[in-house]
Structures are given as structure tokens and as C-alpha cells.
């Protein structure tokens, strides 16, 4: 590790070295390196309060969360408790955001009850399965109106060598194929065309991507595959290659709605750094969101570590507003607390007022909420110039 600069702003990160290599992560300290930051990869097996001072703690702890082994809860647990300690500290993303978004199916019923309904955005119907029982299964997919063919989803999003390996479901005799516990899913045409869209704080681009192609309700046998090998920009899967009468129609996603789902989401989520995987059915035009992503690779984002950059000083200015915000908030409440302590006193000094007990307390607690009620006031004018 190389010797921190004390005078510059240190940004802790972790995530593995497959996805460093990935991202060409050396390169994003350059940019820190010009912005004035020094950036530093955290040692998980060594407490974090030797580590720092941290101005920024950015990571992709994924695979760590999605474990349930000791090893891994009492990691993430002290990473939290640290976070916990130091609340100064620029995050991202929140971790138990992030928990939230490694389970798919809580993730779409975040989807399911926004507002994203209101513009005609949806996820396609799903529904948990937790049983291996067939008869069960199949009652469940039918009381949720999950229609054939459907796809299979792992239970948890990221993290895990089985997170993208699915099933397609076309008939009643092969939900035998299904794994729970997973998420299964309605598949909605498409003609063979993603729209990912990756997310860095304000920012976003959109990029497409192949995918499935159009599929119905059959007696054929499931398909298994691997949803990133499918719909990587290189791929060449035959999964992805139209049948000749499907072609004529190229889905175009809308630039309102996209703007509108990425402005949801981002409140939804609580998540600076996110993916989002976008369809638009053939039939009717509509946006259905297949899946959200973590921190995903930004394959195609141009200029992704200057975006990240200007999103992590727009963060460090809004922390230091609010710890402002906060601390002049609390000065005040303390100045103002010492004055009512003191009138208090004044007005049971002992000396004869010739009021009962009963009017001083009634004295004193109007007085009381008269001084909370200018601190409540002083607090929002703070809040608001700020």
C-alpha cells in the first residue's frame, strides 16, 4: 500500500480483483490523483479504524453479503459497525441499500409499488417459489396469473456463481425444472433487444445490448442459460437471433420514461450506483424492468471515472452541508436549553411570588414550550439556507 498524503482526502474502496481488472481500476487513480484524492483499498481482514481517516468508503462487498457463513456476517458486520461510528463518512452505496437489492424479489416489489405504474412502467408478473412440491408450485404460479413461458431467476441477484444462470419455462410438465428458491418471471417479448441503463449518481447512459428472442407457450423443453453470457455486447448466442418474421420491428425506448425511471429508482433504492435492465414489449410499447443491478461493469458508459468523480464531490458537498446543518442545529438547541434551564431556576428561586405551585409549573411550562417552539423555528431556517 503506499504511504497516504495527509493532506488530501482519502477514499477507501474494496471489490475483487476480477472486477478491478475489469473496470481498469488503476486508472481511476489518476483521476483521484488530479482531483486530490488518494485512493486506497481497504484490508478486510484488518480493522478499518487503522485504516483510515476515510473522507469516502466506495465498494462492491457483494459477494460478501450474499454469503451466509460466519465469516462473511461478521465482516460485513464490522464494515457496518464502523460506518456506524463515523458518520461523516461518504458511503456508497448504503449497505443494507444494497442488501435490499441482492433479493430479487424485494427489488421488484420496490418496482411493483412505486409510481412507475402511473407512466406505464412495469416489472413483468412474478411470483417466490421456496417449495419443491410441483402441485404447489404450479397453483402458485397460477394464482399470481404468472404466465407461460416464464423465466426462473436465482433468489439472489449478485454475488454468487449461480446468479445468472436461468431456466425458460414453456409448459406445465417442465416447472419440474424450476430450483427454488428462485423468482419466477413472465417473459415478456422483446425482439431480442436490452437497454441497459447505468447509473452514476445524476448521471446515466443507455446502452443496448441482445437478449432473448421472442418466445411462446410450447410443449418444447426448458432452456437453461447463463443471462450474461447472452447479453454481453460481444455475444453470439443463437438465443439472441430473431426467427425472419419478427425482424421488421426494432423496439425504441422512450427518453421521458427513462428519465423518470432513473429519477425513481435512485429515491426507491437509496443507491448511487446502480444498473438497470430495460425492455419494451412488442405488443404494446410498454417499459417492463427485468432486473437492477448493483454497481454494475459500465461497459460503454464513456468517461465513467470523471462521472464517478464529479458524483463523489457532489456527495462530500452535500455531507458537509448537512454536518453543518446539523451542528448549527445543535448549537442552537444547546444555547437555548441552557436558557431555559437557567429562567427555570430564576423562577424557583425560592423567593415568595405569591403564586401557587400549581401557576409556577403552568408558568414554567409555557415558558418551556415557548423557547422549543423558537428552537423548531430557528432549525428549519437553518435547514432551509442551508
Not at 490523483?33 to 457483494?62: A, C, W
Not at 423496439?251 to 437509496?270: A, F, G, H, M, Q
Request: glycine share 4%; with cysteine.
Amino acid at each position: 500500500m503506499s504511504k497516504i498524503n495527509e493532506n488530501n482526502p482519502v477514499i477507501g474502496y474494496w471489490m475483487s480483483e476480477r472486477k478491478r481488472q475489469k473496470l481498469n481500476w488503476s486508472e481511476f487513480g489518476k483521476v483521484c490523483r488530479y482531483s486530490g484524492f488518494e485512493l486506497v483499498k481497504i484490508d478486510l481482514e484488518r480493522p478499518l479504524e487503522g485504516q483510515g481517516p476515510f473522507s469516502v468508503i466506495l465498494h462492491k462487498l457483494t459477494e460478501f453479503i450474499a454469503r451466509n457463513d460466519q465469516q462473511a456476517i461478521s465482516l460485513i458486520k464490522s464494515v457496518e459497525n464502523y460506518i456506524n461510528s463515523h458518520p461523516e463518512i461518504v458511503v456508497i452505496d448504503p449497505i443494507e441499500s444494497v442488501k435490499i437489492l441482492l433479493d430479487r424479489y424485494r427489488s421488484y416489489g420496490i418496482i411493483a409499488r412505486s409510481r412507475l405504474n402511473d407512466i406505464d412502467v412495469f416489472t413483468p408478473i412474478y411470483v417466490e417459489l421456496t417449495s419443491n412440491n410441483i402441485a404447489e408450485n404450479i397453483k402458485k404460479l397460477q394464482t399470481y396469473g404468472v404466465s407461460f413461458p416464464f423465466i426462473c431467476k436465482p433468489y439472489v441477484a449478485q454475488g454468487t456463481n449461480d446468479c445468472h444462470k436461468m431456466a425458460l419455462i414453456f409448459n406445465e410438465k417442465s416447472i419440474v425444472d424450476c430450483k427454488p428458491p428462485c423468482v419466477a418471471q413472465s417473459f415478456v417479448n422483446h425482439n431480442a433487444l436490452l437497454f441497459k441503463v447505468f447509473v452514476v449518481g445524476d448521471e446515466y447512459q443507455v446502452v443496448e445490448r441482445p437478449s432473448l428472442k421472442n418466445f411462446y407457450p410450447s410443449d418444447r423443453s426448458t432452456i437453461f442459460f447463463d443471462s450474461h453470457n447472452v447479453s454481453k455486447s460481444d455475444s453470439s448466442s443463437q438465443l439472441s437471433i430473431l426467427d425472419p418474421e419478427d425482424q421488421a420491428y426494432v423496439p425504441r425506448i422512450d427518453d421521458k420514461k427513462l428519465k423518470t425511471i432513473v429519477s425513481v429508482l435512485r429515491e426507491e433504492l437509496n443507491l448511487t450506483l446502480f444498473g438497470i435492465d430495460i425492455v419494451v414489449e412488442n405488443e404494446t410499447g410498454r417499459h417492463a424492468i427485468i432486473d437492477i443491478n448493483v454497481y454494475p461493469g459500465y461497459d460503454g458508459f464513456p468517461n465513467f471515472f470523471n462521472s464517478l468523480m464529479n458524483c463523489i464531490k457532489k456527495k462530500l458537498m452535500e455531507k458537509h452541508k448537512n454536518l453543518t446543518a446539523e451542528n448549527r442545529i445543535n448549537k442552537t438547541f444547546l444555547n437555548c436549553s441552557v436558557k431555559v434551564e437557567t429562567k427555570l431556576e430564576q423562577d424557583d428561586s425560592g423567593f415568595d411570588t405569591c403564586d401557587s405551585s400549581d401557576e409556577r409549573k403552568h408558568r414554567q411550562l409555557i415558558s418551556s414550550t415557548s423557547i422549543n417552539s423558537k428552537m423548531n423555528t430557528v432549525s428549519k431556517k437553518i435547514v432551509n439556507r442551508t
